[in-house]
């Protein structure tokens, strides 16, 4: 399963941004899927995820009124909001799959990750 991410790009603080992750599976609809992120100099963390359904999601506390995930399994893509951006947000995010169909949080709950796209909050 390939993964690709997009979406990625410079925005100034408390701009918005569209994310998007199209894995190349046809059996996309019945996989969960989530978002890390890893900023410079740290470690990658989990940010969002969403289930197969779409149903059900979960949130870093960090970024929870801010982004929101959503799952279009017509169009086999799925999509992190972000809005209200701040600098700390700065990172390269990664859209991963996870062949059981519910939530994960973890990255060693995720099957297949794609290579990222960069995302700069500066003014």
């Known amino acids: 399963v390939q993964l690709q991410a997009s979406g990625g790009g410079l925005v100034q603080p408390g701009g918005s941004l569209r994310l998007s992750c199209a894995p190349s599976?046809?059996?996309?609809?019945?996989?969960?899927m989530g978002w890390f992120r890893q900023a410079p100099g740290k470690e990658r963390e989990f940010v969002a995820a969403?289930?197969?359904?779409?149903?059900?999601?979960s949130y870093v506390d960090s970024v929870k009124g801010r982004f929101t995930i959503s799952k279009d399994n017509a169009k086999n893509t799925v999509y992190p909001q972000m809005k209200s951006l701040e600098p700390e947000d700065t990172a390269v995010y990664y859209c991963?799959?996870?062949?059981?169909?519910?939530?994960?949080?973890?990255?060693?709950?995720?099957?297949?990750w794609g290579q990222g796209t960069l995302v700069t909050v500066s003014s």
């Open positions: 969403i289930n197969w359904s779409g149903s059900s999601t």
């Open positions: 599976e046809r059996k996309f609809s019945s996989y969960a």
């Open positions: 991963a799959s996870r062949v059981w169909g519910t939530i994960g949080t973890m990255e060693n709950e995720f099957d297949y």
